[in-house]
């Protein structure tokens, strides 16, 4: 499964910005697709993860309330809508993809990545 992210740039805190990842090659095995985010010199933290049907959502705590997750098979695609985004928002957000739905969601449990998007929020 390759993986391909788009939609970071620059915002302004208080804003939204709406990340997309568009799943190509062997899609069946992207059951589960979900988001981490990444600031240089820290671990992966959780983001966001979604079943294939859509029923089964998960939330790291620190987006709970304002990121929501999304999906549409059709077109092989997940996104991340982000309101409300502050500065502590800023880092380069990764498309993660796997066949099993584990809890909790660490990136060692995803085995497809994309090459990641930047998020840039300012003051």
């Known amino acids: 499964v390759q993986l391909v992210e788009s939609g970071g740039g620059l915002v302004q805190a208080g804003g939204s910005l709406r990340l997309s990842c568009v799943a190509s090659?062997?899609?069946?095995?992207?059951?589960?697709m979900g988001w981490f985010r990444q600031v240089t010199g820290k671990e992966l933290e959780f983001v966001a993860a979604?079943?294939?049907?859509?029923?089964?959502?998960q939330y790291g705590d620190s987006v709970k309330g304002r990121f929501t997750i999304s999906r549409d098979n059709a077109k092989n695609m997940v996104f991340l809508q982000m309101n409300s985004l502050g500065p502590e928002d800023t880092a380069t957000y990764y498309c993660?993809?796997?066949?099993?739905?584990?809890?909790?969601?660490?990136?060692?449990?995803?085995?497809?990545w994309g090459q990641g998007t930047l998020v840039t929020v300012s003051e």
């Open positions: 090659g062997q899609t069946f095995s992207a059951n589960v």
């Open positions: 979604i079943t294939r049907s859509g029923g089964t959502l």
């Open positions: 993660a993809a796997d066949e099993i739905w584990t809890f909790p969601h660490t990136p060692e449990q995803f085995a497809f």
